[in-house]
């Protein structure tokens, strides 16, 4: 067996206790989501608060609508990622078993569906208050980054998400990651941390740049640019990670080892990278329509 680093002892619950027959627990994906909610709303007022970063000296939000719209997005994460779960994943399962769609807290939540789910918000709420949508645009997608960087890191904390087979030095042994495709004597299996790759990616390199492009580069003074740089790396990002993640379980079969939701001549596509396409595509002509009307 090639070296490998054996998956530390972390617990997916901070803690837990019980009161009668209620048991409460605080998991690290929930402290991720709180955390991410916490750090968008620091930025996002910082951003806004900064008059010199806007067009004219004001920001396309204030301080108190700000703090509204995370009601509405986080609202638009979770239908959204629960829908998006339900209707790029498991369709068939869901639709034979309807009633398992509100049971978020057995999970199931896509990122491709929650972002569209906060997409549908912020067209609604900047509708309601007569904004500039390219540049609540932009400030939406700059506040997204740390969210993602800590979901990766509870992904990681929860052994979940993990990555193919690798015998690279940092392959992890995850626990309860199934050994079939990469069967050693000892039933060990070393992956990617596909995970930590999509914190570093999605979350410090992205988050940084939009920072870098918010604040040095005057990037809001020119709208859709903010958000055409995450939509086109976030997607190029995970294009690129998918090649290492696991793929899921439901594509997987005897025939069609790898994955891929969509094939042709020995080539072809996860469900990760179909979805993100669009989002690349759509980065890149946002840049471009910011740039060519600056």
């Given at each position: ?214 604040w040095r580069k005057g990037a809001f003074h020119r ?16 294009f690129a990670v998918e090649f290492v993640r696991q ?48």
């Amino acid at each position: 067996m090639h070296a490998a680093i054996q998956f530390p002892d972390l617990s997916p619950e901070l803690f837990s206790f019980a009161v009668g027959s209620f048991e409460f627990a605080l998991r690290w994906y929930a402290l991720a989501y709180i955390a991410g909610i916490l750090v968008a709303w620091w930025l996002a007022i910082r951003a806004v608060e900064n008059a010199r970063l806007w067009p004219g000296g004001t920001g396309v939000m204030t301080r108190d609508q700000v703090g509204d719209f995370l009601t509405w997005a986080v609202v638009g994460i979770i239908l959204g990622g629960r829908l998006g779960f339900v209707l790029f994943y498991q369709p068939a399962f869901y639709l034979q078993n309807p009633t398992q769609i509100p049971m978020i807290w057995q999970g199931g939540m896509a990122f491709h569906g929650g972002l569209l789910g906060v997409i549908v918000a912020a067209y609604l709420y900047t509708g309601y208050h007569n904004m500039n949508r390219f540049q609540a645009a932009d400030l939406i997608a700059l506040c997204v980054p740390p969210g993602l960087f800590f979901g990766r890191l509870a992904n990681f904390v929860n052994a979940e998400l993990w990555g193919r087979p690798t015998d690279l030095p940092w392959g992890v042994i995850f626990p309860g990651a199934a050994a079939q495709d990469c069967p050693d004597v000892l039933g060990l299996c070393a992956r990617h941390p596909s995970q930590l790759y999509e914190a570093l990616l999605e979350g410090l390199i992205l988050g940084a740049a939009l920072i870098l492009l918010a604040w040095r580069k005057g990037a809001f003074h020119r709208p859709g640019l903010i958000a055409g740089v995450f939509f086109a790396g976030y997607g190029a990002a995970r294009f690129a990670v998918e090649f290492v993640r696991q793929p899921d379980a439901q594509f997987v079969s005897a025939g069609n080892p790898l994955g891929l939701a969509l094939q042709a001549g020995g080539y072809g596509l996860t469900m990760g990278q179909i979805l993100s396409l669009p989002m690349i595509a759509l980065g890149l002509w946002l840049v471009t329509r910011a740039k060519t009307r600056a």
